[in-house]
């Protein structure tokens, strides 16, 4: 009854409006083509028109794109762990081959009691009551100020990790790009590495995105034996007879300012500033 009520309530105000509009219209019709009134008369009316479409496009068509951007994020996921094979549901492949998981960035612990699907750390880096400023002598990457807790994604076979996936992120030469580096269960051998937004130049630095790229990553070390992240890119192609060549990545040809980004942003991630407390963890406790 309630509703029925309303309804007829908001049946009796359009009817209002619409007359009101009616009159308004036929004053409207009546003027002189060329005179001021019709032609600021139309020009409003235009102008409202375009608003509630606008409008009307940009509320309806959001969920739309929420989801599409969290669909994007798990390919991005699914991507840099190995498992986008073509044509693969996204969705179906990501809830059942990727676990993930809040870290704790001061003691690498696990967090229990955060929405992990809901947890969006890129946000979190920007609150400042979730976020630490990183002091300017440690802030290898550029990035001013890093969330406390970080989500990180798991692959696992039988229980046993086949696929750490961390996020990293740090400055080029236009941009701080954002990306996954995804590690071996020892936490040491990379899988893949891939950036999923930056604004490096296409060509230049933007060639952190190319395929060719991307595959000279897999089964390069992180750590040197002394514990210090040391895997980093060169000027030029790596000499892969050479020893310590298992730390080098080809440099990106006339962008050494974004080289030195990505080597700075890996390193910095992988140091204790970073994952290393989670890493060891995982390497102690599975
Ligand atoms: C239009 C333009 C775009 C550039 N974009 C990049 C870039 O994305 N990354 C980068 O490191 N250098 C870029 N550079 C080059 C840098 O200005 C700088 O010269 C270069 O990083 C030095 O690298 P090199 O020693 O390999 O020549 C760009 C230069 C120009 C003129």
């Known amino acids: 009854m309630p509703n029925e009520n309303k309804k007829s309530e908001l049946a009796e105000k359009f009817d209002i409006y ?18 001021l ?28 794109q929420v989801h599409n951007k ?8 699914l991507d840099v762990a190995g498992l986008l094979d073509e044509g693969v549901d996204i969705d179906a492949a990501f809830s059942e081959k990727i676990e993930a998981k809040i870290v704790d960035m001061s ?43 970080a989500k990180v994604y798991l692959v696992k076979s039988g229980g046993a990790i086949q696929s750490i996936i961390l996020p990293v992120h740090g400055y080029g030469l236009w941009s701080t790009m954002y ?25 230049l630095g933007g060639e952190v995105v190319n395929p060719n790229w991307r ?14 992240p040391t895997l980093g890119l060169i000027k030029g192609v790596v000499n892969n007879s050479k020893p310590g060549s298992e730390f080098q990545v080809d440099g990106l040809a006339g962008a050494t300012i974004t080289s030195t ?26």
Do not use: H
């Open 261 to 286: 980004g990505v080597t700075n942003l890996v390193r910095y991630w992988m140091s204790n500033e970073g994952f290393a407390p989670y890493l060891n963890k995982v390497r102690t406790d599975g």
């Open 215 to 228: 595959a000279l990553w897999k089964g390069k070390k992180v750590y040197a034996e002394s514990g210090e």
């Open 37 to 64: 009134e019709k032609t600021i008369a139309v020009a409003l009316s235009l102008c409202f028109v375009c608003a509630v479409l606008v409008s009307f496009a940009a509320v309806a068509l959001r969920p739309i």
């Open 18 to 35: 619409y007359d009101k509009f009616k009159i308004y219209r036929d004053k409207v019709l009546i003027l002189n083509n060329d005179s």
């Open 107 to 149: 003691t690498g612990e696990y967090v229990e009691g955060i929405d992990v699907a809901a947890y969006d750390q890129r946000k979190a880096a920007k609150d400042p009551a979730q976020s630490v400023k990183i002091p300017t002598a440690k802030d290898r990457a550029s990035i001013k100020k890093k969330a406390k807790f």
């Open 70 to 77: 969290a669909l994007d994020m798990k390919k991005n996921i």
């Open 179 to 203: 990306g996954f580096l995804s590690l071996e269960a020892d936490g040491q051998t990379v899988q893949s590495i891939n950036f999923y937004d930056q604004a490096e130049t296409p060509g």
